[in-house]
C-alpha cells in the first residue's frame, strides 16, 4: 500500500485504530483485561451513556446539542419505577397499584424521554432559540421535575422482570447489552438508509441548503431531538433496572460523557459530520479506558483528567484532518 | 395558445418591517422563453423569485400559474408544483455526496420501512450527470469539487426536478466560460422542451445573448417588460438605473512611475509555478484568466496566506519577505478579497467598526484606551470619499447593499495607507451604478500613486481598467499584454491556453 493510501485510512478510519491500539495495550497490561467476561463488563458499564450518545450524535450531526439527556434519564427512571415496585415492598409510592407487567414502566419511560425531548425540538425549531439554552432548561426543570416527583425519596424494590432489564442474560450476553447493539442497529439504519438521516445530515451541512431543498427543516428538528430524548428515557429503563432502584439524582453529567463519547468518535460540532460506528467506539474507548486504569490500579483523580484530555485530544486531530482537506 | 402564460405574477407586493421590497410588481412569462429579470441589486428580483419559491410569503398581490390561481406556502409546494430554483448563493452540503445532495429531500425509497434506494439514487443521477455531461462520479463528495464545478451540480438538480419553471439566479457568476457555454446549450434544450427559465444575471453579454424577454425591476418598482430585441445594452442599463449612466469604465490617464513591486519566479508547487511581473507606481496590472487558473492563488501567495515554495519578491528594488498576511501589511500591501461575505465583512459590526479594524492601532490612545473621535472623524471623512450610501456611521454593515460593502472595505485598506492594493474581484455580485463608482475610486487610487493589482473574470472590466493585462492558464502565465495590444480575443487565446510566451520571454510572445 502506497504511503498516500495508508494516510487517508488511517485518517477515515483513525478513531477505530486508536481503539484497537488501546485493546492491544491493555491485555499487555493486565491479563484480565482481554476475558469475555471482563469485555462483556466493559460493554454493559457502557451501555446506558452509550445509548444516550446515540442520541446525541443525530442532535450533534445537526449542529445542536442536548444538555439534558441526564435529567431526562432520571425522569424516566423515577417515573418508570414508581410503576415497577415488587408488590410486597412496604414503601411503595403508590401502595394501591397492583404489581405491573414490565411493559407499563417500559412504555413510561420512553414516553416521558420522547416528550421531554420533543419539548426541547418544538423550542428550538419553532422559536428558533440556541439548542444550547433550550436543552440547559430541559436540564435543570426535568432534574426539578424528578425529585418533585419522588420528594426526593429512591424508589427501590422493583419487580424481577423489571430487574431483568439491566440485569439479566440472554445467552450469556446481558441484556443491556442486547438493547445497546439492537439500538445501534436501528440508529445507524436510521442515519444512513431513510429521508430522515438524510435530513438531519443536510441540515447540520447547510440548513439553507436543506430549506431550499424542500426539507421539512422544522418537523426534522423536532423529530432529532424527541429521538434522543426516547434513548435518554430508555437509559433510563436500563440504569433503574440495573441498580434495582429510581433516584432522583441519578446521570448527573452523564450528557456530558455521551458528548464526549460522540466527540470521541469523530462527529464534528460545526455540523454535518458523524457516524454512529464513530459514536459506539467512542463509547467503547471511554469504556476501556475506565476498565483499564481501573484494572491497573490508577486513580481515580488521574483517571478524570486522562478522559479530559482524551477528549480534547479528539477533537484536536480530527479539526487538523479537515483542516488538511481544504 | 402559443401566447398563453405558464406563470403570470400580478400587483406583487412585499413589506419586510419598514421596508416596501416590492410594489405591485408584475412578471409575466411564456412557456419555451427566457425571462431575464433584470435590476440593480436591491431591486427586488431576488425578493420576487423568493416568493416564488415560496421563501417568503407575498404581503399583496396574486400568482396565476397553468391558468390557476395559488398560493405557494413553502419551497416543498413550489417544487412539487414544478417550480425549481437554482440559488444565487452556493449551497451545496460539502460533507454529503453529489448524489445525495441533488436528491435531497425527494430521496428514491424502496420497501415497506421506506428505507433508501441508494442504487437507484446512483444510478438516476449517473443518468442525469450523462444527460448534462458532466463526467463527475454520484459518489464524490461536493466538498471536493472545484466552485465551478458545485455549481453545475446545482444546476443539475434544478433541472433534476424536471420543472416548467426554473428559476436561475446568477448561475454563472462562478463558472469558467466552457462552463457557461455547457449551461447555455442546456438552457435552449429546456427551451425546446416547453420549458420556462427566469433568468437572473448582471452579465450583460448573456442577458442579450439568451433571453427572448426582459423584465426590469427598480427600487422595488415594476418599470416594464420588453422583448429583448427591441432593447440595447444603454437603454436596458438606463431604464435598470433610471438615469444615463456615466462612463462604465473612468480610466483616467496617469503618471506612471517607477517599478515598485517586482515578482519574480513566484511558484507555489502544484498550484502555479515560476509567476514573474512587475507592477509600477500608479499602475493598474490586471490579472485575467478562467477561473481555476491559479489568479487567486498567486495574489494570496503576494499576501503571504500561501507559502511559496520558490520565487523572489521585491519592493522599491529591495528584497522581502512576506510569511504571513502581516509581514504583507507591514509591507505596505493591501488585499480585497474574493469573498466579501467570508473574508471581508464583520455583518453584525456597523459600518464604522468595520471601517477601521484593520487598523485599530492609530486610535489607542495614551491611556490604552480607544479615541473614539478619531474614530469617528475618519469614518465620515472616508463615507465622504468613497460616497458610501449609508444613513450613518453607526448603521450595521449588513444593511448595505453589495457595493456600498464593498466601499465600506475599500476604506478599510485605504486607511492602512497601502502602497500596493490586490483587488481580488473587486465588483462581484455589485450591481452597475456602484460598479461605475468603484471603478472611478480605483482609478482615483492609481493617479495618488497606488499600484494596483485587479484580478476580474470579467473582461470588459478588465479591459476597461487595465494598463497592462496579465493572463494566467492552468497555473502557468500565459501573456503580459500591453493596453493598446489588448482586446477580448486575445486575452481569451492566452486565458485558453491556446496561445502563450514561449521561455518566459514577454516581448517575443507568440501563437504556439
Redesign the interface.
Known amino acids: 500500500m502506497n504511503v498516500a493510501a495508508t494516510k487517508r485510512m488511517i485518517g477515515k478510519y483513525g478513531i477505530y485504530f486508536v481503539f484497537v491500539i488501546m485493546v492491544i495495550a491493555m491485555s499487555f497490561a493486565s491479563p484480565v483485561f482481554l476475558s469475555a467476561r471482563n469485555l462483556l463488563n466493559v460493554v454493559r458499564q457502557v451501555s446506558v451513556i452509550g445509548l444516550i450518545s446515540l442520541g446525541v450524535t443525530l442532535v450533534i450531526i445537526s449542529k445542536g446539542i442536548d444538555l439534558s439527556s441526564g435529567s431526562v434519564l432520571a425522569v424516566a427512571a423515577v417515573v418508570a419505577a414508581s410503576l415497577g415496585q415488587s408488590g410486597d415492598w412496604h414503601a411503595k409510592m403508590f401502595p394501591e397499584l397492583p404489581q405491573l407487567p414490565v411493559i407499563f414502566p417500559l412504555l413510561a419511560a420512553l414516553t416521558i424521554g420522547l416528550i421531554c425531548g420533543a419539548i426541547n425540538g418544538t423550542l428550538i425549531a419553532k422559536t428558533g432559540i440556541p439548542a444550547f439554552i433550550a436543552t440547559l432548561g430541559m436540564m435543570v426543570s426535568a432534574r426539578g421535575l424528578a425529585l418533585l416527583y419522588t420528594d426526593g425519596r429512591p424508589v427501590s424494590s422493583l419487580t424481577e422482570s423489571y430487574r431483568y432489564i439491566g440485569q439479566g442474560y440472554i445467552l450469556g450476553i446481558p441484556v443491556p447489552v442486547i438493547i445497546y447493539l439492537f439500538m445501534v442497529f436501528v440508529t445507524w439504519v436510521l442515519l444512513n438508509h431513510t429521508k430522515f438521516g438524510k435530513s438531519i445530515y443536510a441540515i447540520g451541512g447547510n440548513i439553507h441548503a436543506a430549506e431550499v431543498s424542500g426539507v421539512n427543516v422544522k418537523r426534522n428538528l423536532i423529530k432529532i431531538y424527541a429521538y434522543a430524548g426516547l434513548l435518554a428515557g430508555l437509559a433510563g429503563m436500563v440504569l433503574s433496572a440495573r441498580v434495582n432502584t429510581g433516584q432522583p439524582g441519578m446521570g448527573v453529567a452523564y450528557e456530558l460523557d455521551a458528548i464526549a463519547a460522540t466527540t470521541i468518535g469523530g462527529t464534528s460540532h460545526s455540523g454535518g459530520i458523524g457516524t454512529i460506528g464513530g459514536a459506539f467506539v467512542g463509547a467503547l474507548i471511554l469504556g476501556v479506558l475506565n476498565n483499564g486504569l481501573n484494572l491497573l490500579g490508577v486513580s481515580a483523580y488521574w483517571q478524570q483528567i486522562i478522559k479530559g484530555s482524551i477528549i480534547v485530544g479528539a477533537v484536536v486531530i480530527d479539526m487538523r484532518k479537515n483542516a488538511k482537506k481544504n | 395558445m402559443a401566447q398563453q402564460y405558464i406563470l403570470e405574477m400580478r400587483d406583487i407586493t412585499k413589506v419586510f418591517p419598514g421596508v416596501k421590497a416590492l410594489d405591485n410588481v408584475k412578471l409575466c412569462v411564456k412557456p419555451g422563453t427566457v425571462h431575464s429579470l433584470m435590476g440593480e441589486n436591491g431591486a427586488g428580483k431576488s425578493t420576487l423569485m423568493k416568493i416564488l ?1 415560496g ?1 417568503h410569503p407575498p404581503t399583496d398581490g396574486t400568482i396565476i400559474y397553468k391558468g390557476r390561481k395559488v398560493t405557494i406556502e ?3 409546494r413550489a ?1 412539487n408544483m414544478g417550480i425549481s ?1 437554482i ?1 444565487q ?1 452556493l ?6 455526496s453529489i448524489m ?2 441533488i436528491w ?4 428514491p ?1 424502496r420497501g415497506p ?4 434506494n ?1 442504487r437507484k439514487m446512483y444510478d438516476m443521477t449517473k443518468l442525469l450527470l450523462k444527460d448534462l455531461e458532466l463526467d463527475l462520479d454520484p459518489r464524490e463528495k461536493m ?1 471536493n469539487l472545484t466552485v465551478a464545478k458545485m455549481q453545475m451540480i446545482e444546476i443539475a ?1 434544478a433541472v433534476s426536478y424536471n420543472s416548467d419553471i426554473v428559476i436561475m439566479d446568477e448561475p454563472t457568476s462562478a463558472l469558467t466560460s466552457r462552463e457557461v457555454e455547457h449551461l447555455f446549450k442546456i438552457i435552449e434544450e429546456l427551451k425546446n422542451q416547453g420549458k420556462a427559465i427566469i433568468y437572473i444575471s448582471h452579465k450583460m453579454d448573456e442577458i442579450f445573448r439568451i433571453s427572448d424577454e426582459i423584465t426590469v425591476l427598480r427600487d422595488g418598482q415594476y418599470i416594464g417588460s420588453y422583448p429583448a430585441e427591441e432593447l440595447d445594452q444603454n437603454k436596458l442599463i438606463s431604464l435598470m438605473v433610471g438615469r444615463e449612466l456615466n462612463e462604465m469604465f473612468p480610466k483616467v490617464k496617469c503618471e506612471v512611475g517607477e517599478v515598485r513591486l517586482e515578482v519574480k519566479n513566484l511558484t507555489v508547487e502544484g498550484v502555479f509555478r515560476e509567476v514573474s511581473f512587475t507592477v509600477r507606481r500608479g499602475e493598474i496590472l490586471g490579472l485575467a484568466g478562467l477561473v481555476g487558473a491559479g489568479r487567486t492563488e498567486v495574489i494570496e501567495t503576494l499576501f503571504g496566506i500561501r507559502n511559496k515554495t520558490s520565487g523572489e519578491v521585491y519592493i522599491d528594488g529591495k528584497k522581502v519577505d512576506i510569511n504571513s498576511p502581516k509581514d504583507a501589511i507591514k509591507n505596505k500591501i493591501a488585499l480585497l478579497t474574493e469573498d466579501r461575505r467570508h473574508t471581508g465583512i464583520f455583518p453584525m459590526l456597523t459600518v464604522k467598526d468595520n471601517t477601521v479594524i484593520a487598523n485599530i492601532n492609530k486610535y489607542i490612545k495614551k491611556n490604552r484606551l480607544l479615541n473614539h473621535r478619531l474614530i469617528r472623524e475618519d469614518c465620515e471623512e472616508y463615507k465622504r470619499a468613497m460616497r458610501v450610501k449609508t444613513p450613518s456611521i453607526e448603521q450595521k454593515i449588513q444593511n448595505l447593499s453589495g457595493g456600498n460593502q464593498q466601499k465600506v472595505l475599500i476604506a478599510r485598506w485605504m486607511l492602512t495607507d497601502p502602497d500596493i492594493l490586490i483587488l481580488d474581484e473587486p465588483t462581484r455580485g455589485i450591481d452597475v451604478g456602484a460598479k461605475s463608482e468603484i471603478h472611478c475610486l480605483i482609478s482615483k487610487l492609481a493617479r495618488q500613486g497606488k499600484s494596483i493589482i485587479m484580478v476580474s473574470s470579467e473582461l470588459p472590466e478588465i479591459l476597461g481598467m487595465s494598463d497592462r493585462v496579465m493572463v494566467m492558464y492552468e497555473g502557468r502565465m500565459t501573456g503580459i499584454v500591453e493596453r493598446g495590444d489588448c482586446d477580448q480575443e486575445i486575452i481569451m487565446k492566452y486565458a485558453t491556453g491556446s496561445m502563450s510566451c514561449k521561455g518566459g520571454n514577454f516581448n517575443e510572445c507568440g501563437c504556439n
Open positions: 419559491i421563501i413553502n419551497t416543498n417544487l430554483m440559488h448563493e449551497s451545496p452540503i460539502l460533507h454529503r445525495e445532495n435531497l429531500g425527494r430521496e425509497i420501512l421506506g428505507l433508501i441508494h466538498g438538480k
